[in-house]
């Protein structure tokens, strides 16, 4: 029993030995970080600014001033040593005593040093900052605060913490805060475009398929009616769409739209014409999913078996972000579809470009927007005849 007693009793005093210490090392910690007494003796009229010798001034304003970590910040992206700030290293953090809120030592570009910040301060000076939208603009900052009410205080402490995205929606938390919505919620995301790109790639698959049309000699134009033949590039007859009158429609294909549709094509007029002393008779037909204008509308000619060549150019894209992100799908050139995923929004392949290289895409009929290939600097696209 009594050795029990006198454990206890040593345990205690092993205790408040150490909670002495801590409150010494707390104590002489802050000593470190009080500001020096002005050495200047102020004059019998009290100390008014304008009776303080030029030293005391200075000594005044810098006891005003936020105290100073160090005499030259290094910008912010080189405040972690590049390998560790590569992977998600932690910017500089000053924390002078145990109990202290998120004091951090952060770059001050006016004062050119670092200064102390309080995270948990109402407009502290912000810790990370968007780059500028244009050469002559200048960064956007980024409350704290907005990582805060996320509950992104961990993700603060990283150099690249906008280029994160951590709701794995697709969209980086910088274009999340943008756009207002929520970095944490994969339903509540930007729009498709968002801060200018659309969020798609090119897959590198591109590919053309042609086909040949032909006004056939059975056409019948005093009855006002023609026969078309559709063959592939292999000379194949393909199809053949009989008994067409003027306003009817054709196709390449048996789907109810697009390139491949069977309502693709349609005949404008029927006429006759003189070439060298004899009469020919010929059809104007209109291409409605070309988007070469030269190419819009052209002539066939009966008797000639002068086939049109019709190249059509197809491009593979994949969703980069929203619900249906990874998500792949083919526009051939000229034919408009529903973006998946994104409700209300169109894309429309208005360039298929060179076979390696980006394509244009028209958004809900905007101006010609370039969309890269993804995963090859070079291009890495390639075209095939099927």
Same mark, same amino acid.
């Given at each position: 029993?009594?050795?029990?007693?006198?454990?206890?009793?040593?345990?205690?005093?092993? %205790?408040?030995?150490?909670?002495? =210490?801590?409150?010494?090392? %707390?104590?002489?910690?802050?000593? #470190?970080?009080?500001?020096?007494?002005?050495?200047?003796?102020? %004059?019998?009229?009290?100390?008014?600014?304008?009776?303080?010798?030029?030293?005391?001034?200075? #000594?005044?304003?810098?006891?005003?001033?936020?105290?100073?970590?160090?005499?030259?910040?290094?910008?912010?992206?080189?405040?972690?040593?590049?390998?560790?700030?590569? #992977?998600?290293?932690? *910017?500089?953090?000053?924390?002078?005593? /145990?109990?202290?809120?998120?004091?951090?030592?952060?770059?001050?570009?006016?004062?050119?040093?670092? *200064?102390?910040?309080?995270?948990?301060?109402?407009?502290?000076?912000?810790?990370? @900052?968007?780059?500028?939208?244009?050469?002559?603009?200048?960064?956007?900052?980024?409350?704290?605060?907005?990582?805060?009410?996320?509950?992104?205080?961990?993700?603060?402490?990283?150099?690249?913490?906008?280029?994160?995205?951590?709701?794995?929606?697709?969209?980086?938390?910088?274009?999340?805060?943008?756009?207002?919505?929520?970095?944490? !919620?994969?339903?509540?995301?930007?729009? /498709?475009?968002?801060?200018?790109?659309? @969020?798609?790639?090119?897959?590198? !698959?591109?590919?053309?398929?042609?086909?040949?049309?032909?006004?056939?000699?059975?056409?019948?134009? !005093?009855?006002?009616?023609?026969?078309?033949?559709?063959?592939?590039? &292999?000379?194949?007859?393909?199809?053949?769409?009989?008994?067409?009158?003027?306003?009817?429609?054709?196709?390449?294909?048996?789907?109810?739209?697009?390139?491949?549709?069977?309502?693709?094509?349609?005949?404008?007029?029927? &006429?006759?014409?003189?070439?060298?002393?004899?009469?020919?008779?010929?059809?104007?037909?209109?291409?409605? /999913?070309?988007?070469?204008?030269?190419? @819009?509308?052209?002539?066939?000619?009966?008797?000639?078996?002068?086939?049109?060549?019709?190249?059509?150019?197809?491009?593979?894209?994949?969703?980069?972000?929203?619900?249906?992100?990874?998500?792949? /799908?083919?526009?051939?050139?000229?034919? #408009?579809?529903?973006?998946? =995923?994104?409700? @209300?929004?169109? *894309?429309?392949?208005?360039?298929?470009?060179?076979?390696?290289?980006?394509?244009?895409?028209?958004?809900?009929?905007?101006?010609?927007?370039? *969309?890269?290939?993804?995963?090859?600097?070079?291009?890495?696209?390639?075209?095939?005849?099927?």
């Amino acid at each position: 029993m009594a050795e029990s007693s006198h454990s206890g009793r040593n345990f205690l005093l092993s %205790g408040i030995v150490l909670g002495l =210490g801590a409150a010494a090392a %707390g104590a002489w910690l802050m000593s #470190q970080n009080q500001l020096e007494p002005l050495p200047t003796r102020m %004059g019998s009229n009290g100390g008014k600014a304008a009776d303080l010798t030029t030293a005391a001034t200075r #000594q005044k304003q810098d006891a005003l001033t936020p105290r100073r970590m160090v005499d030259v910040a290094p910008p912010l992206e080189e405040a972690c040593v590049p390998r560790i700030a590569a #992977q998600g290293g932690k *910017i500089p953090r000053y924390t002078p005593l /145990f109990f202290a809120p998120k004091l951090w030592q952060v770059p001050d570009a006016a004062q050119k040093k670092n *200064i102390v910040v309080d995270l948990l301060s109402e407009g502290s000076v912000p810790v990370h @900052k968007l780059p500028a939208e244009s050469a002559t603009g200048s960064p956007k900052p980024v409350p704290n605060s907005w990582f805060f009410s996320y509950g992104l205080d961990q993700l603060i402490e990283r150099s690249g913490a906008l280029n994160v995205d951590s709701d794995g929606d697709g969209f980086a938390n910088g274009e999340e805060f943008v756009a207002g919505t929520s970095p944490v !919620d994969a339903a509540n995301m930007p729009p /498709f475009v968002s801060g200018g790109n659309a @969020k798609v790639v090119l897959t590198g !698959d591109k590919s053309t398929i042609v086909h040949m049309v032909e006004l056939s000699t059975a056409s019948y134009f !005093d009855e006002q009616s023609a026969n078309i033949n559709v063959f592939t590039e &292999d000379n194949n007859r393909k199809l053949q769409h009989k008994e067409l009158k003027v306003g009817a429609t054709f196709g390449l294909g048996e789907a109810n739209s697009g390139p491949l549709g069977k309502n693709r094509f349609k005949i404008v007029s029927m &006429d006759k014409k003189e070439v060298d002393g004899m009469t020919e008779n010929f059809i104007r037909v209109e291409d409605s /999913f070309t988007a070469e204008e030269s190419s @819009k509308e052209f002539d066939l000619t009966a008797g000639s078996r002068q086939r049109r060549t019709v190249r059509d150019t197809s491009v593979k894209f994949r969703m980069t972000a929203g619900p249906e992100k990874g998500k792949e /799908f083919t526009l051939r050139l000229g034919e #408009q579809i529903d973006v998946p =995923g994104f409700p @209300k929004t169109t *894309i429309k392949l208005v360039d298929a470009g060179k076979k390696k290289g980006p394509a244009k895409v028209s958004i809900n009929g905007s101006a010609p927007m370039e *969309i890269p290939v993804a995963g090859d600097k070079k291009g890495g696209a390639s075209e095939r005849k099927r």
